[in-house]
């Protein structure tokens, strides 16, 4: 969510810009802690979201994030 928020700053918007959120873990066992840290990064209603569990993400990774985020 980090790193997802300095992209959304080099391009002028802030996480409450975003629309729409894809998830995509390795293990839907951690959905739980994936739901504790979003909830940390928006401060009104969430975004929609859809969230999968996959059999493998690159670099090994056990979440990955894509956002839809529209300047308001």
């Known amino acids: 969510m980090k790193i997802l928020g ?3 700053e ?3 918007l802030i996480y409450d810009d975003i629309v729409k959120t894809t998830v995509l873990l390795d293990d839907m066992n951690d959905f739980a802690k994936v739901n504790e840290e ?3 990064y ?3 209603l969430f975004p929609a979201r859809s969230c999968f ?4 993400l690159p670099k090994n990774a056990k979440v990955e994030i894509e956002c839809i985020a529209i300047k308001k």
């Open 53 to 56: 569990e996959v059999a493998k």
């Open 6 to 8: 300095v992209l959304l």
């Open 42 to 44: 928006f401060t009104e």
């Open 38 to 40: 979003y909830a940390k």
């Open 10 to 12: 080099t391009s002028g």
